[in-house]
């Protein structure tokens, strides 16, 4: 999970505005990573990176943009694949948010990713909708 | 992968045991340190009360099935949409299940929508959604 492009601060969640776009990260799904991944959810990768790799990818990709208070988890996701990626593959993940949701002590992100391949032709999107830890978690 | 699709033909499961090795391993390969997965005394006072395995992992499983059952067109041309119900956690068996609810024809295109469900070992779900894959080949569909 090395490889991004871009380094800098990252922006926080009370920062955050619908319609924010993350800088955009490049990175190599190489045979290392791949293989790492397909050990960790007891699978096997031939030559086509399993598309949820790709997704873990891009979402850890991102996260090195954003700083979010330990404890999240994940309400929804979605995905739509295009196109297979054979392992080597360089891509390219935007992501932008969605929306914030706010309701008494929850709080909601939604973000939406797109991966791209080196043609620039689109290769998955994705829309993960994550719950920020209320006080109780916080308070930890 | 399925030789013959039709509606309500039932996917392959895939059944897997979840462990905070795995876990740890998971977060390891995915770079999701997230101590809610990781550090069992963060989790232990957080509301989940212990550490829970990370969405995507459980999603992999799901992705695993879908692979399983539709081979390089789950990659290719597939959607997935999904909710987390509730946490998986380090000793559960986790079974995730799914069945062809119908076959659709657009622009001459064949779909099938899936329904899935990712139960663990109380038969409680853990993960619930749909799926739609485009069909590549028309001789694997069976028209009833």
Not at chain 1, 60 to 74: C, F, K, R, T
Not at chain 2, 100 to 127: F, M, P, R
Request: charged share 20%.
């Amino acid at each position: 999970m090395s490889d991004k492009e871009i380094s800098k601060t990252p922006i926080s969640y009370e920062e955050l505005v619908p319609g924010y776009e993350f800088p955009p990260v490049s990175y190599e799904l190489s045979v290392q990573l791949v293989s790492k991944y397909a050990v960790a959810v007891e699978s096997s990768a031939n030559e086509i990176v399993p598309p949820l790799a790709i997704a873990a990818c891009a979402m850890n990709a991102m996260s090195g943009e954003l700083s979010l208070p330990p404890g999240v988890i994940h309400a929804s996701q979605e995905f739509e694949f295009f196109k297979l990626v054979p392992i080597g593959s360089v891509v390219n993940c935007q992501a932008k948010v969605a929306r914030k949701i706010a309701r008494a002590s929850v709080h909601m992100l939604v973000l939406e990713l797109g991966v791209f391949d080196e043609n620039r032709e689109r290769v998955q999107s994705g829309k993960a909708t994550l719950v920020l830890p209320g006080q109780g978690a916080n308070a930890h | 992968m399925l030789t013959e699709v039709y509606e309500g033909k039932t996917l392959p499961p895939v059944v897997k045991n979840i462990t905070q090795e795995k876990i740890n391993l998971y977060a390891e390969a995915s770079g999701d340190y997230n101590p809610i997965h990781i550090d069992e005394s963060f989790a232990a006072r957080t509301p989940l009360g212990g550490t829970i395995a990370h969405g995507m992992l459980v999603l992999a499983y799901v992705s695993e099935m879908m692979t399983q059952a539709f081979g390089l067109s789950w990659a290719s041309g597939g959607k997935l949409s999904v909710r987390f119900k509730m946490p998986a956690r380090p000793g559960d068996t986790l079974t995730v299940s799914g069945k062809i609810d119908s076959i659709e024809c657009k622009d001459g295109i064949s779909y099938a929508n899936c329904n899935l469900e990712c139960c663990n070992q109380n038969n409680e779900t853990i993960v619930s959604g749909g799926a739609v894959v485009k069909l590549t080949s028309k001789k694997e569909i069976v028209h009833a």
